[in-house]
């Protein structure tokens, strides 16, 4: 079994629960409330800062040009494309260009963004790698299933972020990822653990935090 697939069994109930999060679900089926979505993309935009930066380190540390031309396409397609979608997304969703650009993080988006900053810092290419496995994996996992399942919600931009994240964006990256990690050596393996379920851990809260809001906080 590789290592990839080890750790997806290992925490294969977490893994499901983010794929399977109502937030996803209902994103998929159009039943999404728009304030819900808003205050996920609004979150996202400032956590997208901290990829930015976990990027960079990727290119830096990279073993190879290969390396650092995948997480440079990765870099692009954020600050491209995606960005072009944010805007476009909060026009929709009646977020005003101050509103956006003032946002702050909440308690889940500032400790991830912390987490992956310091593994970009403290860690190596393979460690970033691991992350962005996670992420991106994650991603690519509800996108293919609401692609799969027909999905084709009213909302255009619920449409054009399930599509981002599937197979034809994302299948190659994340592919050249799962490779690159089995074949990697890791030395630490209890420290391979707490990567992998610390970013899917994480993914899983960044879901509820914006499917339940403040209340979440504060129970």
């Known amino acids: 079994m590789t290592l990839t697939a080890e750790l997806k069994k290992k925490y294969s109930v977490l893994w499901e629960d983010m794929v399977h999060h109502p937030?996803?679900?209902?994103?998929?089926?159009g039943t999404l409330p728009p304030d819900k979505f808003k205050r996920y993309?609004?979150?996202?935009?400032v956590f997208v800062k901290d990829l930015v930066t976990m990027s960079g380190q990727a290119i830096a540390k990279a073993p190879d040009m290969?390396?650092?031309a995948v997480f440079n396409n990765f870099l692009v397609g954020i600050l491209d494309p995606e960005n072009d979608l944010f805007i476009r997304a909060f026009r929709e969703f009646?977020?005003?260009?101050?509103?956006?650009?003032?946002?702050?993080a909440n308690p889940t988006t500032q400790a991830f963004g912390d987490f992956v900053v310091r593994t970009a810092l403290e860690g190596d290419f393979s460690d970033i790698a691991l992350v962005l496995f996670v992420t991106e994996g994650t991603y690519l996992d509800w996108g293919s299933r609401l692609l799969k399942e027909g999905a084709s919600p009213n909302s255009p931009t619920y449409r054009e972020w399930i599509y981002l994240h599937g197979p034809d964006?994302?299948?190659?990256?994340?592919?050249?990822?799962?490779e690159y990690i089995n074949k990697a050596t890791f030395l630490d393996r209890e420290r391979v653990d707490y990567l992998f379920k610390t970013t899917l851990r994480y993914e899983y809260l960044f879901w509820e935090a914006a499917y339940r809001g403040d209340e979440w906080y504060d129970s």
Not at 41 to 45: E, G, I, S, T, V
Not at 94 to 104: F, K, L, P, R, T
């Open 66 to 68: 290969e390396s650092a």
């Open 94 to 104: 009646g977020a005003s260009q101050e509103e956006y650009s003032a946002v702050n």
């Open 23 to 29: 937030f996803v679900n209902e994103m998929g089926d």
């Open 41 to 45: 993309f609004l979150q996202d935009y």
């Open 169 to 178: 964006v994302l299948g190659e990256l994340v592919s050249w990822l799962e």
